[in-house]
T-cell receptor
Framework: GAGVSQSPSNKVTEKGKDVELRCDPI?????LYWYRQSLGQGLEFLIY????????KSGLPSDRFSAERTGGSVSTLTIQRTQQEDSAVYLC???????????????FGNGTRLTVT | KQEVTQIPAALSVPEGENLVLNCSFT??????LQWFRQDPGKGLTSLLL?????REQTSGRLNASLDKSSGRSTLYIAASQPGDSATYLC?????????FGTGTSLTVIP
């Protein structure tokens, strides 16, 4: 596609419910990243994928958070038993490579705004 | 752990002024630095990427510099316009993830 696509753009859910957020990266981009942005806060790294594998899951806040990527393309971020502190904008980004000689810009989607009531 | 700081947090300037945004990082072992722009309710748009071996990059009215040894980067915006109003973020790639600053919120007053 022309850019990174995220769905849904907005999600309101009740506390305790599970949610699934989707990211469609730019075609051919091997690296995919998930970030979280809370109101007035900077970007918080969650996880990144190189192909289908996730070399770095260190940013996932708790075991309620999980992510997968299939076919080296679409990724889903799942939050189980949502809590109010999970409310934030979840941003996905992709790039051509994630190697140490990285020189490809990072492209972001418009994010999913999650509100947990 | 890499820490990225942006000063000032907010900036308001009259249209037409030249301005400089600052970004500093604590660990000079980076592979590149990228400047982004974020409009309200939107994702981040890449503006400029400077590889660690480079000193500066230019795109139109934007010029970004990098001094890796001192852990600093600046984004220079010439002849600012109201459409430049947005939040500007810098990020460094340290080989495992991007580390982002908290951004500078820029308002250009017509």
């Amino acid at each position: 596609g022309a850019g990174v696509s995220q769905s849904p753009s907005n999600k309101v859910t009740e506390k305790g419910k599970d949610v699934e957020l989707r990211c469609d990266p730019i075609s051919g981009h091997t690296a995919l990243y998930w970030y979280r942005q809370s109101l007035g806060q900077g970007l918080e790294f969650l996880i990144y994928f190189q192909g289908n594998s996730a070399p770095d899951k260190s940013g996932l806040p708790s075991d309620r958070f999980s992510a997968e990527r299939t076919g080296g393309s679409v990724s889903t971020l799942t939050i189980q038993r949502t809590q109010q502190e999970d409310s934030a904008v979840y941003l996905c980004a992709s790039s051509y490579t994630s190697s140490s000689s990285y020189n490809s810009p990072l492209h972001f989607g418009n994010g999913t705004r999650l509100t947990v009531t | 752990k890499q820490e990225v700081t942006q000063i000032p947090a907010a900036l308001s300037v009259p249209e037409g002024e030249n301005l400089v945004l600052n970004c500093s990082f604590t660990d000079s072992a980076i592979y590149n630095l990228q400047w982004f722009r974020q409009d309200p309710g939107k994702g981040l748009t890449s503006l400029l990427l400077i590889q660690s071996s480079q000193r500066e990059q230019t795109s139109g009215r934007l010029n970004a510099s990098l001094d890796k040894s001192s852990g600093r980067s600046t984004l220079y915006i010439a002849a600012s316009q109201p459409g430049d109003s947005a939040t500007y973020l810098c990020a460094v790639w340290a080989g495992n993830q991007f580390y982002f600053g908290t951004g500078t919120s820029l308002t250009v007053i017509p």
